[in-house]
């Protein structure tokens, strides 16, 4: 490797907080679609990075979240509670059958009925989890897990297998994903992007991450296009 690791922000470990802060992870309504969700926001992008880079998709942003990442750009703490109907009323208003759930960490919440109902409408359902909650089998049409155990030694990955697995780069040495990774069809590195650091600090990261690829044949480059481009 030509390049040093750009210098980065010493992190405390942060404990797992109790998932309970989500209280609706099981069915609480007869009819699935008054079951109610705490949502960020919900659009229609083209996804911006992984396996599925360049690929319209419509995203649902969940509240809340079981880690608290120092380095996480996300805005999860502010949501509204929506019923699935109304959920259904936004997302079918897109011409696109493949959702991305997100969060936070959207394995916290009722992924049964939102399986039960959305897939026979047709459509696809990936999910975006830190994958420290297992996710039930064949709920899903995509599990990509990113796990932040890079920097939270303290933090368990529970869904240790799924179709792409998309590491956060921040210095680590890939051997500690040794027995993780093969659980998973695609893997991933992505350099850290800091927006509050310069051009020069994450275009260094960048070309250590790329470098580290070229070394690392198994793992992919994955790159947070939509963050250049200044989108959703
Ligand atoms: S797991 Fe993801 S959403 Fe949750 S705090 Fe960490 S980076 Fe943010």
Redesign the pocket.
């Known amino acids: 490797m030509s390049e040093k690791t750009p210098e980065l922000i010493a992190l405390p470990l942060v404990p797992i907080i109790d998932e309970s802060i989500i209280p609706n992870k099981t069915p609480t309504t007869e009819d699935p679609l008054d079951q109610v969700f705490p949502i960020v926001e919900m659009f229609y992008s083209v996804q911006g990075e992984g396996f599925h880079a360049g690929e319209p998709s419509i995203f649902i942003r969940f509240g809340g979240?079981n880690?608290?990442?120092e380095?996480?750009d996300?805005k999860?703490d502010n949501w509204e509670n929506i019923n699935l109907g109304r959920i259904i009323q936004e997302i079918t208003s897109w011409d696109c059958k493949r959702i991305v759930l997100t969060?936070?960490?959207p394995a916290l919440q009722d992924i049964a009925t939102l399986s039960s109902v959305l897939r026979p409408m047709g459509y696809s359902l990936a999910i975006e989890t830190?994958g420290t909650i297992e996710i039930p089998n064949d709920m899903l049409d995509w599990i990509c897990v990113?796990p932040?155990d890079q920097m939270y030694a303290s933090v368990n990955i529970r869904q240790r297998s799924g179709d792409e697995l998309k590491v956060v780069w921040v210095g680590q040495s890939l051997d500690m994903y040794d027995e993780l990774k093969k659980g998973f069809t695609h893997r991933f590195l992505q350099p850290v992007y800091d927006e509050s650091k310069g051009v020069e600090w994450n275009g260094k990261n960048f070309r250590t991450t790329c470098e580290l690829v070229k070394n690392n044949s198994e793992w992919r480059l994955s790159l947070q296009t939509h963050k250049w481009m200044v989108v959703d």
């Open positions: 979240c880690l608290a990442c380095w996480c996300t999860f969060g936070g960490e830190n990113s932040k």
